[in-house]
């Protein structure tokens, strides 16, 4: 017997530790990612790779590209994980990124940078893969608690990797963060090989003669896909809300502190590290939002609190434009990412809730999918807005934008109230109606077929 085979049967996996490894791994992963691109338009900037007055078009095009290649790519590989393993996946992504963003730091103009992020958004992707991971193992009655949790973890990363990376770039150079990043991604593919488990059973494939079964199955498919458009659609705006002032976030930081007089020469490590900050403490405010605002899905909650959460989003906006300060600018991003982060975990759960466990990866990849479309136009609109009107006008308008998800989710609330419904206590235990899958073999027994088992016994006694 090879030494790498096991004997007897598997040992079942604990959803517990495995949502912990899943969380670490996913943490470390997106931290390398944040660690460097955040200060993407200062590095532009400081390597002089573009002219001044393009920096913010081209820190709009850089961020841009990697959304619009992931937005095909995800269900592709949501699928495959569906078919051939979860965790394949999530070591796909990671590794892949490890690569692309050491190669980033070595490239020295523009038209490279956007190739690479256009590979950064084709071959990675870890929230899919980690999603549908841990959707899969966990019972349903802790969905919404381990989906808020992974929400929180984009988050989380996002603060330790804004504030390390603006640390790390203030004493080396932003072009060191993507070396590091790189390193920090290729640790967490280990932890995710050491540690991550799946028990995972292909799902059977339906033989030539059972074409009708096929042609059910591709029908429901079809209505599942329909009902969570609304909720697809929803999670594309919050996306484009989140990224909206990507491109030109460092440059307001460094307009405020030097009093809008710097220059190529003039970029001190106090911008990069201010940014940091800014962004650290508000991602620490939006884990908060991810799990708090997720967990209220699971009580009784009125239709009016979904609006007054969406109403938040604005007010946090609008107070960046009123007060034209670093305190204003880090009070109005804690107070904007905290509520539309927490409504963005309350729409993956929700889309979790509408589809079966046996295509969750698929549903998960549509996410992504639908977040890339907000990833890929924000950053255009926002850069476009500020060149033509400034920093405090793009915050207006986009304060102004925020509006629209006060009717968006009293509709989603009145369209799914069953979703938005805690479930019963005696039905958590149990498997949704939608997640039995019966194989061929144990199709519905025609009466033909009883009596020719019964013949066939008697023939053989």
Known sequence: MPWFSRSGPRKPVNWKSNLVAVWLSQFISLSAFYFCLPFLPLYLKEKQIVPLEEVSYWSGVFIAAAPISMMIMSPIWGALGDRYGRKMMLVRSTLAGAFVLYLMSVVDNIEALVVLRLLQGAFTGTIPSAQSLVSAATPEKNQSFAL????????????????????????????ATFKMAGYLLLISTIMVLAMVREDFTPPVRLSSNTR????????????????????????AFIALLQ??????????????????TATVASISGEVYRMTGNINALASIIAVGGSIS????????????????????????????????????LTLGRTMFLFFVSGLASVLVVLLSRL???????????????????????????????????????????????????????????????????????DEADEPMEAEVILPPQSLPITPQQTSASVRGKAEDR
């Open 148 to 175: 808020g949790l992974m929400m929180a973890a984009i988050n989380a990363a996002y603060t330790a990797g804004a504030y390390f990376g603006g640390i790390y770039a203030q004493h080396f150079g932003a072009e």
């Open 212 to 235: 009708s079964a096929r042609l059910r199955q591709r029908r429901a498919s079809i209505t599942q896909f329909r009902t969570g458009i609304p909720a697809l659609l929803i999670i």
């Open 243 to 260: 990224t909206y002032d990507g491109p030109y976030l460092p440059l307001y930081v460094e307009s405020i502190v030097t009093g809008g």
């Open 293 to 328: 605002i997720s967990y209220i899905m699971d009580k009784k909650t009125p239709r009016i609190a979904w609006a007054l959460l969406a109403l938040g989003c604005s007010l946090g906006v609008w107070v960046i434009g009123w007060v034209e300060t670093i305190a204003g």
């Open 355 to 425: 589809t079966p466990s046996h295509k969750r990866g698929a549903a998960m990849g549509w996410t992504v999918t639908a977040r890339c479309v907000g990833w890929a136009v924000a950053p255009m609109l926002g850069s476009i807005v500020e060149q033509r009107y400034g920093y405090h006008a793009a915050y207006w308008w986009l304060g102004i934008i925020s509006l629209m998800l006060i009717p968006a989710f009293l509709w989603l609330t009145g369209r799914y109230p069953e979703a938005f419904r805690p479930p019963a206590e």
